[in-house]
């Protein structure tokens, strides 16, 4: 059976190089947009990685250098984004269980159970948020950090380097997309979040390794494997916000700046990634 990546590691940089050898020649998780007077790059990220997971490759390291201003999906401000989530994810709601059906409560709990998680001490909490904590914890214990992310790595050299540093979205633009989630789709998230976290180590590093590969098709097929239970999720979280993303992208290439445009992986892949949509668009798009 095909191992499945993890959702939140393609998606949230908010909890949450690329080379292989396919017939002699290097490919990266990286794509080159020539707009008229300029160059738009498109990168794909994974939103947690292990410090050996660094240096870059060099053909990345180049665009960086290169771009004069740097996108990301959001920029992460000091402090992080704990207190936005806590808003979104409890101010309101009625706690954990009263948002599940019983079948949905059950069932989370003896996924909780056979893996020692303490679901009590996020009852408070709305699913999805449950879901992220509970997928940042396993992440950490794995060993893989959201502030080793690419996004983080790349915005924090940018603001060093003075960088101009973008954003597609807000931090609260984001988490909204999980609090707008329908009650059965969010216990559809907590659920195979649970289902995700054992074994997640093993899943992560064959992720890692894929993407390092820069297998495209290898990373389509886990993205696609992953959200194929859950067709609701992979509208919201990755076509729908693709479409938003798609006319912010073009007006780059409208510019006279270079620019780096980082995202996670699954909004590049499959004929709902951006590389796609940017072709059907008339768009030149070439994988480095």
């Known amino acids: 059976m095909p191992r ?62 290169e771009a004069e201003a740097v996108v990301l999906e959001i920029r992460i401000p000091q402090g992080g984004t704990g207190a936005t989530a806590a808003q979104l994810g409890n101010a309101r709601g009625p706690g954990l269980k009263a948002q599940l059906t019983e079948a949905q409560y059950r069932q989370a709990r003896g996924l909780a159970e056979a893996q020692g998680i303490d679901l009590e001490a996020l009852s408070g909490l709305d699913p999805w948020l449950a879901g992220l904590v509970i997928t940042q914890g396993a992440m950490r214990r794995a060993g893989y950090d959201p502030g080793q992310g690419l996004d983080a790595h790349f915005q924090q050299r940018a603001e060093a380097a003075g960088k101009p540093v973008l954003s597609l979205e807000t931090p609260r633009d984001q988490l909204r997309l999980f609090d707008q989630l329908p009650r059965e789709m969010q216990g559809e998230f907590l659920l195979r979040t649970l289902k995700e976290t054992a074994g997640l180590e093993a ?22 494997d992953q959200f194929k239970p859950h067709p609701g999720l992979y509208e919201r979280l990755v076509v729908r916000r693709n479409r938003n993303w798609l006319p912010q992208i073009e007006s780059f290439l409208d510019d006279r700046r270079d620019y780096l445009v980082i995202v996670g992986a699954a909004h590049l892949v499959g004929d709902q990634g951006l590389v796609e949509m940017l072709r059907r668009r008339g768009h030149t798009v070439t994988q480095q």
């Open 203 to 224: 899943e992560l590093d064959a992720l890692v390794a894929a993407w390092k590969g820069g297998d495209v098709a290898a990373v389509r097929r886990l993205v696609l």
């Open 4 to 65: 499945r990546a993890p959702l939140l590691a393609w998606l949230l940089p908010l909890f949450l190089v690329v080379a292989t050898a396919a017939q002699g020649v290097e490919r990266h998780f990286l794509w080159q947009v020539p707009g008229e007077r300029n160059t738009v790059h498109l990168l794909g990220s994974i939103h947690a990685l292990r410090s050996g997971d660094y240096p870059v490759a060099p053909v990345i390291d180049r665009a960086f250098r």
